[in-house]
């Protein structure tokens, strides 16, 4: 079934650690995006991808980076986690980016723990 | 600054009518989203207003009116797999996202 899949669901991290949340997607949307949710706030937008080969910060972009090296794959690093950074995230995609955005569609999340 | 407002929890009765509301405050309008997400799962898109307005798309509608920064979401003859949260979203002028916190609804039999 097409969509946008994510890995890991779940994980449990050290403080200190590096980490990489895989996304992909096989819909062939130009435009993809890196969600945080947290209980009691909306979705907060880390970084985004209008496009392959560019990517623009959020509202929450500080310990996180991506890369958009092709269509499909729009993986996010955290360099050295820390506990704040314990959240679920969302990978999430658009046929189109602005100003013709419309739908997402969202991967199902990577519940990450930092200890 | 920009802001989402929305009730945390509504309940309400299997079969009846309920309107979840949500007010926005954003630095310029590119359009008013509505999200479903039922507990543990992803957000998935239930409706899109640009224009002021009632929407309706089967037993959901979703209705807008800029001038008031005002949005609801309109869901009749209510199912028990209606349990879930509801997320509005408002575009600014950058197209960004900015979402509420999402209304949990809990249907009653």
């Known amino acids: 079934i097409a969509g946008i899949t994510q890995a890991p669901t779940s994980q449990i991290l050290a403080a200190g650690r590096r980490m990489t949340l895989r996304c992909t997607q096989d819909m062939r949307h130009n435009a993809m995006y890196w969600y945080r949710q947290d209980l009691g706030l909306g979705l907060r937008l880390i970084h985004y991808?209008?496009?392959?080969?560019?990517?623009g910060k959020g509202e929450v972009p500080d310990g996180y980076s991506v890369s958009r090296a092709n269509t499909d794959d729009f993986p996010l690093t955290l360099a050295s986690a820390v506990p704040s950074q314990t959240s679920v995230y969302f990978c999430a995609s658009s046929l189109l980016g602005p100003p013709n955005t419309g739908e997402l569609f969202f991967g199902e999340g990577s519940r990450l723990t930092v200890l | 600054g920009q802001n989402i407002d929305q009730p945390t929890e509504m309940t309400a009765t299997e079969g009846a009518i309920v309107q979840i509301n949500c007010t926005y405050q954003t630095s310029g309008f590119n359009g008013l989203f509505w999200y479903q997400q039922h507990a543990g799962e992803a957000p998935t898109f239930l409706s899109y207003?640009?224009l002021d307005g009632l929407e309706e798309k089967g037993r959901f509608s979703s209705f807008l009116s800029r001038s008031k920064g005002y949005s609801y979401l309109l869901l009749k003859e209510l199912q028990m797999k209606d349990s879930a949260s509801y997320l509005c979203a408002a575009a600014g002028s950058n197209y960004q996202l900015i979402w509420g916190a999402g209304t949990k609804l809990i249907i009653k039999p």
């Open positions: 207003n640009v």
């Open positions: 991808s209008n496009t392959a080969g560019t990517t």
